[in-house]
Nanobody, 121 residues
Framework: QVQLVESGGGLVQAGESLRLSCAAS????????MGWYRQAPGKQRELVAA???????NYADSVKGRFTISRDNAKITVYLQMNSLKPEDTAVYYC???????????????WGQGTQVTVSS
């Protein structure tokens, strides 16, 4: 059973910072891409940032220069450091990982339960 558990969301004021964490657990053979998506009320879920097992990164234009994604392969954890937060960053943030579980031959996508980030002006 593979699980992704997020932590670190909360309520902050504009200009402040937050750090999200997402730890994977279970019978995991390999993980390639890990990332963060977000969904604001009335909007579609969108990619925020992603990182490969080779540490290549990809960011949404709206967060470039403010957010940094990183991963600790030994801890099977991905982080999202969010600086200079804006009210428009308010959303539920979801962790995503492409994982090959034990006794599987392919990678499948897994999602965390989501963590709320609220930025007040």
């Amino acid at each position: 059973q593979v699980q992704l558990v997020e932590s670190g969301g909360g309520l902050v004021q504009a200009g402040e910072s937050l750090r999200l964490s997402c730890a994977a657990s279970g019978s995991i053979r390999s993980i390639n891409v890990m990332g963060w998506y977000r969904q604001a009320p009335g909007k579609q879920r969108e990619l925020v940032a992603a990182i490969t097992d080779g540490a290549s990164t990809n960011y949404a234009d709206s967060v470039k220069g403010r957010f940094t994604i990183s991963r600790d392969n030994a801890k099977i954890t991905v982080y999202l450091q969010m600086n200079s937060l804006k009210p428009e960053d308010t959303a539920v943030y979801y962790c995503y990982a492409s994982i090959m579980a034990d006794r599987r031959a392919s990678f499948y996508g897994y999602w965390g339960q989501g963590t709320q980030v609220t930025v007040s002006s």
